[in-house]
């Protein structure tokens, strides 16, 4: 298989020089629209009070509340997580928020060479006989309303 290359900006060799970085990686950010050192430090060495707002996350107020009935009722709550890197590592993240909060918390993540992908049919059963509360998935897809029901 063969990865068709982009072309190397002009753009790319002063970025470079000026975030101190190799014209591949300024480049690579040219191409995700970094333009400028300033953008380009700020993407490199992220912190926390560059973090946008929640707003956008719809139901967001919703799920906060359902959270907090969990903790408030001693509910398990089971995080199932997807198992790559990003499903464990928001569900490491999530976790550890919510054991901080108190809850009582366990997590999971899938086994996709025994499970396939997204959230199987037989955790969804297993789950249905067990003192789970509350079940939060984390970067397993949305297109199973069936297991979700």
């Not at 900006?9 to 975030?19: I, M, Q």
């Not at 992220?46 to 907090?68: N, S, T």
């Not at 590592?89 to 997590?107: P, Q």
């Not at 997204?118 to 059963?125: D, E, I, K, L, R």
Request: with cysteine; charged share 20%; net charge negative.
């Amino acid at each position: 298989m063969s990865a068709k290359i982009k072309a190397q900006s002009p753009k790319a060799e002063p970025l470079a020089r000026a975030v101190g970085i190799h014209t591949l990686t300024a480049q690579l950010l040219l191409n995700r629209g970094i333009q400028t050192a300033v953008q380009a430090k700020r993407y490199l060495n992220p912190c926390l009070e560059d973090l946008e707002g929640f707003e956008p996350l719809v139901g967001l107020d919703q799920v906060i509340a359902r959270f907090r009935l969990a903790i408030s009722r001693r509910e398990p709550i089971l995080i199932f997580g997807d198992s790559d890197v990003d499903g464990i590592t928001a569900t490491a993240i999530l976790y550890e928020a919510l054991r901080e909060c108190g809850a009582l918390v366990y997590a999971q993540i899938s086994n996709r060479i025994e499970d396939g992908y997204g959230f199987p049919q037989v955790q969804a059963n297993r789950q249905l006989s067990s003192e789970v509360g509350l079940m939060v998935w984390v970067d397993c897809g949305t297109n199973q309303s069936e297991e979700i029901r």
